[in-house]
């Protein structure tokens, strides 16, 4: 069953922690991306990466972190520099060059501050 | 003001009504239209996309795209239930590419049995 994984539905972080979320597929696409998602905003890009070990930085890159070191793998790090973290968190894949058709997101991950 | 413009809503409406939802823009370099439907708290699906401008339609569904306008729609014909969901509309310039896909706040709809 192909599709993206997200992990954990929902994280919890203290004040000053970074955290860590998880994005796989098994689309075989190259292309890969985390989006924030809040209220009355639409959704944001906070980084992409096109290719094994290359990213780049999208609208909100601030106080969060990538890597890519495979390409089933996106992992998305949320560091203590980023001060309003609670949001919904989307990672989305598609081949590359990218398509319309081929785009698919992930159930997403709510992060909440405590 | 944001490159594109959508009603939040809430947006409700009876079973079998049609329903209309709305974006404007400003960026008038946008050529991708794309409409996604989300469900409470999961990731957002593809419901329908059309480059430049004209009509589309699936089923119960038709993407409008006036340009001239920068206007875009999503009827829905015969609603169901289950289209009770938030509707996003999304912009892309000239090559679609998620680094630039502009998002709309979404509008929730309910349809009401």
């Known amino acids: 069953d192909g599709g993206i994984t997200q992990s954990p539905k929902y994280l919890f972080r203290k004040e000053g922690q970074n955290v860590t979320l998880s994005c796989e597929q098994n689309?075989?696409?190259?292309?890969m991306y985390w989006y924030r998602q809040d209220p009355g905003q639409g959704l944001r890009l906070i980084y992409y990466?096109?290719?094994?070990?290359?990213?780049q930085k999208g609208d909100i890159a601030e106080g969060y972190s990538v890597s890519r070191e495979k390409k089933e793998s996106f992992p998305l790090t949320v560091t203590s520099a980023q001060k309003n973290p609670t949001a919904f968190y989307l990672c989305?894949?598609?081949?590359?060059?990218?398509?319309?058709?081929?785009?698919?997101f992930g159930p997403g991950t709510r992060l909440l501050v405590l | 003001q944001k490159e594109v413009e959508q009603d939040p809503g809430p947006l409700s409406v009876p079973e079998g009504a049609i329903v209309s939802l709305n974006c404007t823009y400003s960026?008038?370099?946008?050529?991708?239209f794309m409409w996604y439907r989300q469900y409470s708290r999961k990731g957002p699906e593809l419901l329908m996309y059309?480059?430049?401008?004209g009509n589309k339609e699936d089923g119960r569904f038709t993407a409008q795209v006036d340009k001239s306008s920068k206007y875009i729609s999503l009827f829905i014909r015969d609603s169901q239930p289950s289209d009770s969901a938030t509707y996003l509309c999304?912009?892309?310039?000239?090559?679609?590419?998620?680094?630039?896909?502009?998002f709309g706040t979404g509008t929730r709809l309910t349809i009401i049995p």
């Open positions: 989305a894949s598609t081949l590359d060059p990218p398509s319309v058709e081929t785009q698919y």
């Open positions: 689309l075989n696409h190259d292309a």
């Open positions: 990466s096109q290719i094994v070990n290359d990213f």
């Open positions: 960026n008038s370099a946008f050529q991708y």
């Open positions: 059309t480059y430049s401008s």
């Open positions: 999304a912009m892309s310039q000239e090559g679609f590419g998620n680094e630039k896909l502009t």
